[in-house]
Each structure stands twice: as C-alpha cells, then as structure tokens.
C-alpha cells in the first residue's frame, strides 16, 4: 500500500467533510499524512467574498501545493472549485452528494424586518425576492462562528437576527441549533449555488493509484448532475463566485430536470428543462439567452 498526504484547508468542515475519504484510505492499509492550508477566502474577512478580488479563493494555495508535489490528493468543496482545473491532475472521486439546499437560520425574537447576514450575493439577491421585507449585510468566518454572531445578535455593533448557511455543511458538522429557528429553503426560494454540498478529491496524474483506490467511493448520479450544473455556469462564461444556481436531479430513463437561476440586482432569471443532459443543458442556456443573459448585469 502507498504514502498519501491529503491536503485540505484547515477549517473544522473542510477537515471534517474529508475524514471519511481519509478513513477510507486508512482501512485499505494506505499511509495518510494529513496537511492543512489556510486560503486567501478563508483570511478574506474584510468583506463580500465578491470584493476579494481573485479566483480559487478556497483552492489555489491547495493547487499550488500539489502542483509543487507537496501533496498528492485534494478534497474540495465542490462550489469553491473553479472551473478551469490544474494541468496534470485527475478527478479522483466525486462522492454522494450531501442535502444540496441552503437553510435560513433566525433568531425567534427577530424584528418584523430582520437584518441577516450572508456573504453570497446569489442568497442576498435570491433571497430578497421571498424575503423583501429583510435588510442584508455581509457576514464572514467559519460556519460555528455565523451562528455564534446570530446567537449574540449583534454584527459589528449592529443587530443580526439571522444567517443563511449550506444544509451540507450544518450536517456534516452536527452543530446545536437549539434556541434557533431552522428552515430549509425551497428551490423556489433559493437554488443552491452549482455543485453546493458535493465534494471533489483530485490527484496528480502520476497518482492512478489514488483514483482506484477511491472509486468504490464515487458516486455517478452525483457525478452527472453537478457537472451539468457547472456547465451552466460555463455556457454562460461565469466563475464559482457569480449570483447562479443550480440544480440537476435524475430521473428515470437516464432523463434529468435541470434548474437554474440568475440573480441580477433587480430580477431573478429562471430555467428549467428536462430530457437528456445535454438536451436540458442546451434548453436551459437558451433560456438565458433569450433573457439577454449576460455576467455584465
């Protein structure tokens, strides 16, 4: 059996999220050296992640990293990771996907116009349509501390009476939301950004070992559909940061339902389509383009 050394970044869900690749790995006698990073996004407190002005916010110090041969498998988040990937790696494994939807998490004495907290500019705009009695106001820090700032109720001096956070990663950490009121938004209300709640272990090309070794793992439903959804975001030129969701379900017959929807600042373009993938793709992007969809609005 081999070395790995696994890098992730080093927050308590990047590492938490990974742990099942990594025992994995370990219960098929491999040797798992574990390597945390902390990214430009994660030392980004200043703002929106929109005003950080660069890509791979959470992935490049990763990709540096493997590219220097300083580690051989990578665990992402799948939203974070943009769309053009590093020469001479491989997608190792895309596993099951987690609850892909976001949760909006209050406090229960909130005002009639609360204020809540989010960095997304596709949750504040998406959002704003089902909630446009609600003020918003960026928030930044791992998701324990959002919540620890809503249980205060207080954001840099300024009252906060909610947050919105991604399903996947309050499961996967097992936090107490006691004494909070938690409700799962609808993908009428809100389309989780493209590929949210799935993960992607990549390798270097050298390492075909690492993908065999994970392919009991991958998970093609998953595969299929977040893939679609990150074509969307390609057909239309964007990057991981921009208002979209996405989202592909299976259906019988190797058929998907494909939906999708552009936050601009005063509208929310939508699209749907089902049939085949790339059917529902090319409907899906057409759709937009009728709208006159383009990143400049």
Request: proline content about 6%; aromatic content about 4%.
């Given at each position: 059996m081999s070395r790995i050394i696994v890098g992730t970044r080093n927050s308590l869900?990047?590492?938490?999220?990974?742990?099942?690749?990594?025992?994995?790995?370990?219960?098929?006698?491999?040797?798992?050296?574990?390597k945390e990073f902390t990214t430009h996004g994660d030392r980004w407190l200043a703002g929106p992640l929109e005003k950080a002005g660069a890509t791979g916010l959470f992935t490049k110090e990763l990709e540096d990293a493997q590219a220097a041969r300083e580690v051989d498998l990578l665990i992402h988040s799948l939203k974070d990771v943009s769309m053009e990937r590093p020469a001479g790696t491989l997608r190792a494994c895309i596993p099951l996907r987690e609850d892909p939807f976001d949760l909006l998490i209050l406090r229960p004495d909130r005002p009639e116009h609360p204020t809540l907290g989010t960095s997304a500019v596709r949750r504040e705009r998406m959002l704003r349509q089902a909630m446009p009695q609600a003020r918003f106001t960026w928030i930044r820090g791992n998701v324990p501390t959002r919540l620890q700032r809503v249980r205060d109720g207080i954001l840099r001096e300024e009252p906060l009476h909610g947050t919105l956070l991604a399903a996947a990663g309050v499961k996967r950490l097992a936090l107490d939301l006691s004494g909070l009121e938690v409700r799962p938004l609808s993908p009428e209300e809100l389309l989780p950004a493209p590929g949210q709640g799935a993960l992607l272990a990549e390798t270097?090309?050298?390492?075909?070992?690492?993908?065999?070794?994970?392919?009991?793992?991958?998970?093609?439903?998953?595969?299929?559909?977040?893939?679609?959804?990150?074509?969307?975001?390609?057909g239309l030129g964007g990057g991981c940061q921009q208002p979209l969701g996405a989202l592909a379900e299976v259906l019988e017959g190797g058929r998907v339902r494909l939906r999708a929807a552009f936050a601009q600042e005063d509208r929310v373009v939508h699209a749907q389509a089902e049939g085949e993938p790339d059917e529902a793709l090319g409907s899906v992007l057409a759709q937009f383009r009728a709208e006159g969809l383009t990143w400049a609005h």
């Open positions: 869900l990047a590492m938490g999220q990974a742990r099942p690749m990594v025992d994995w790995l370990k219960a098929q006698g491999h040797e798992v050296i574990w270097r090309a050298d390492r075909p070992d690492i993908v065999e070794a994970l392919r009991p793992l991958h998970h093609s439903d998953t595969a299929l559909c977040v893939d679609l959804e990150r074509r969307v975001l390609a």
